[in-house]
């Protein structure tokens, strides 16, 4: 990692991404000694300006910023570091600096959720359902798609909104880990829809 520090008079500006969400925390400044702080600790630290000292996020709140990835820009001059927070991100309690909720949009859960599925497959345990269903074998998972299928359909019949919702709740998942099951993913499923739609 060649960052070029001397080009912002020792200070780098360091963009803050929420690694699930994606969406932009904060901004602020390192050094090379708030860098690697961060590095060996895993809680992102800064060198603040206004007290001019290194400053970890967190370090009164509790509110810490959890490394998960650091990525420098083409010019070797500024950072995205991708993390997990631990609490609201702001001074004022709010998600974010830049006053926008911090939460996963519908299509960014299910990518969250196929995440989920994905390590359950690889890593199972004895605790996870999707595991257990794993473990049964693609008969059982292509089983229990027919089955939440069924309910949804009949579910489909009646007036009770809450029902339907939760049985094409059950169908959505069950769809998706039988996607896994077969090492298809979903994004080769939209393929052929746009390809359809053309």
Known sequence: MDLDFEKGQGLLPVIVQDNITQKVLMLGYMDEEAL???KETGKITFF???KNRLWTKGETSGNF?????????????AILVKAEPIGPTCHTGADTCFKETNELSTTDFIDHLRSVIKDRHENPSDESYTAKLFAKGINKVAQKVGEEAVELVI????DDEHLFR?????????YLVLLEAKGIS??????NLKARHK
Request: glycine share 0%; aromatic share 2%; proline share 0%.
């Open 155 to 158: 579910e489909a019949k009646d």
């Open 65 to 77: 910023l959890m490394l998960k990835d650091l990525l420098i820009d083409c010019d070797n001059d």
């Open 186 to 191: 979903l994004d080769k499923v939209v393929d």
């Open 166 to 174: 939760e049985e094409a709740a059950d169908l959505l998942y069950h």
């Open 36 to 38: 690697e702080k961060t």
């Open 48 to 50: 603040s300006r206004s």
